[in-house]
């Protein structure tokens, strides 16, 4: 086969990818395409998009309920120092927060891990002010009041009901605690 023929193929094939992936055959159509072009050689186990995208999301919400999970053991049952606490909280929150911006460049739902950060910016914020404060009520306040603001703005910034819905709640759970 001439490198012509290769790069005509190679054209072919990727754009029978093109018309699977985007519906515009019927997917054995495709199927019959790239094993008729591809001689064969194209596995027949390779996966569909929507198969990759199931897997994608249910890969990102293990670990971020895993990282929430692991969050509390080191808060709670570590004897590690508040700054190295802080250092890793402070690298499971970037880390989700990186996922957020990745599944949302592939369009994917990224609810879980938002909220997963979101709690684990919670519990490191509380333990910080308990710690440095002894326990204070008002910097333990301050802190919570805060993350609702946090919680607030995101909701309002990025249209998430469930940031905005949290924020709401969680002010009049707070404003009715401070009150009694």
Known sequence: MTKTEANRKDVIVKEIH????NNMLPEHYCNYLLALYTEGEESAGSESPAKSKTRLKLTGSIIAILLMFISLFVIYFTELSIVLQTAILAGFVGFLLVMVIYYTKKQLPAALPFIASAFILLNISIEITEKVYNGAPF???LALFLNIFLW???????????????????????????LQ
């Open 139 to 141: 910097p333990t306040y």
């Open 152 to 178: 607030l703005l995101v909701g309002y910034k990025f249209k998430l009901i469930y940031f905005s819905l949290s924020g709401v709640i969680g002010f009049l759970l707070l404003v009715i605690f401070i």
């Open 18 to 21: 093109f018309w699977k992936q």
